[in-house]
């Protein structure tokens, strides 16, 4: 079973710009969710979408947006990037349960962005 | 107080003893709670999870939930230097904030050969 993947691997921007960043979930899990991991702050969530609406978004500000796809594929959009953008961006897919047991996430490769 | 708290380490056992690693949640309706693994530059893997009190075992790696005094703790048998890695616990809210994970710091443990 192939597991979260995501693209592209590295990101280098400069600040200003913006960021698209693309995941896909292991095949059957309907939920995606977003997490920055920025050097010394941890895994912090960003957004959840499930059946393609976005169900729950962490304390970000609204530059950071996504959507998610009919395949359940998603992507995650970073406008007027700023340095401390720069971080690990994971994407993780579920079932799209809420209760356990089948709410257990994968974890895709991650997406390092870097801002210039 | 953190929502999630871990000591950061770095906890340094020797191989093929037993690894201890403690996490406590702030949020009592929390629901669920997992344990990642994340090597140096890495994703974090899923080990295990635990939503009922007491101790669910896989393998060398043992979880254990008390609700009430709001811990989770995860115990490695017989560690090994491939388990040299920062171990995440992380925990599910209850409600409305359901499909978030909220994770700790992260404990970095080392075995020592």
């Known amino acids: 079973e192939a597991g979260v993947t995501q693209s592209p691997t590295h990101l280098i921007k400069t600040r200003g710009q913006q960021a698209t960043l693309r995941c896909s979930p292991i095949s059957g899990h309907t939920s995606v969710y977003w997490y920055q991991q920025a050097l010394g702050l941890g895994l912090q969530f960003l957004l959840w979408y499930d059946e393609g609406e976005e169900r729950n978004r962490g304390n970000f500000p609204p530059r950071f947006s996504g959507r998610q796809f009919p395949n359940y594929s998603s992507e995650l959009n970073v406008n007027a990037l700023e340095l401390e953008d720069s971080a690990l961006y994971l994407c993780a897919s579920s079932w799209g349960e809420r209760l356990p047991p089948y709410n257990e996430q994968f974890f895709g490769p991650g997406t390092r962005l870097t801002v210039l | 107080q953190k929502e999630v708290e871990q000591n950061s380490g770095p906890l340094s056992v020797p191989e093929g003893a037993i690894a201890s690693l403690n996490c406590t949640y702030s949020d009592r309706g929390s629901q669920s709670f997992f344990w990642y693994r994340q090597y140096s530059g890495k994703s974090p893997e899923l080990i295990m999870f635990?939503?009922?009190?007491g101790d669910k075992e896989d393998g060398r790696f043992t979880a254990q939930l008390n609700k009430a005094s709001q811990y989770v703790s995860l115990l490695i048998r017989d560690s090994q230097p491939s388990d040299s890695a920062t171990y995440l616990c992380a925990v599910t809210p209850l409600g409305n904030q359901g499909g978030k994970l909220i994770f700790g710091q992260g404990t970095e443990l080392s075995v020592k050969p």
């Open positions: 635990i939503y009922s009190n």
